[in-house]
T-cell receptor, first 113, second 110 residues
């Protein structure tokens, strides 16, 4: 089954404790991206990657890091989480190098205390 | 002015009616337009895309694009309660940037 998986699905953590949200797709898609969704602000792109070892900033990259060492994986790293990073996070992928996500992961709800 | 604007709703329609969801955008250079559906507690799913002025039909869904007026709309014919969801408009403004609206919540009553 074609899918994008994310882990964990829910996470409560404290300010400053480094965390990683994993994302994996099994469709051999080249384009992967991370979004956060906040009430009243909609979906905003954090980072995207057009291929292995190629990543770039989206609209709200501050406080986040990503890596793309393998085509299937695109982890999101919060080195020092802060309460303003409390949000719902989605990983997404698409076959082409166009930015519109074809598949979204199930989401990770992060709370930073 | 927001780059992509949608009425947050809720838009309430009776079952069997046509639901009309609208989206306006500010960047005249935008070339590609997308509609996503997001059920409560779920991730968005791509349901329609349109690149050219005019209408594009896919089953009960019709996307309409008017670049001169900078709006894109989604019509849902024969609305069903299962269509109740939030509909997100997204615009490709170029340079690998996709901007989402905040979504319109649609409620279809039986």
């Amino acid at each position: 089954e074609a899918q994008v998986t994310q882990n964990p699905r829910y996470l409560i953590t404290v300010t400053g404790k480094k965390l990683t949200v994993t994302c994996s797709q099994n469709m051999n898609h080249e384009y992967m991206s991370w979004y956060r969704q906040d009430p009243g602000l909609g979906l905003r792109q954090i980072y995207y990657s057009m291929n292995v070892e190629v990543t770039d900033k989206g609209d709200v990259p501050e406080g986040y890091k990503v890596s793309r060492k393998e085509k299937r994986n695109f982890p999101l790293i919060l080195e020092s989480p802060s309460p303003n990073q409390t949000s719902l996070y989605f990983c997404a992928s698409s076959l082409s190098n166009s930015p519109e996500p074809e598949f979204f992961g199930p989401g990770t709800r992060l709370t930073v205390l | 002015q927001k780059e992509v604007e949608q009425n947050s709703g809720p838009l309430s329609v009776p079952e069997g009616a046509i639901a009309s969801l609208n989206c306006t955008y500010s960047d005249r250079g935008s070339q590609s337009f997308f509609w996503y559906r997001q059920y409560s507690g779920k991730s968005p799913e791509l349901i329609m895309f349109i690149y050219s002025n005019g209408d594009k039909e896919d089953g009960r869904f019709t996307a309409q694009l008017n670049k001169a007026s900078q709006y894109v709309s989604l019509l849902i014919r024969d609305s069903q309660p299962s269509d109740s969801a939030t509909y997100l408009c997204a615009v490709d403004t170029g340079f690998q940037k996709l901007v989402f609206g905040t979504g319109t919540r649609l409620l279809v009553s039986p």
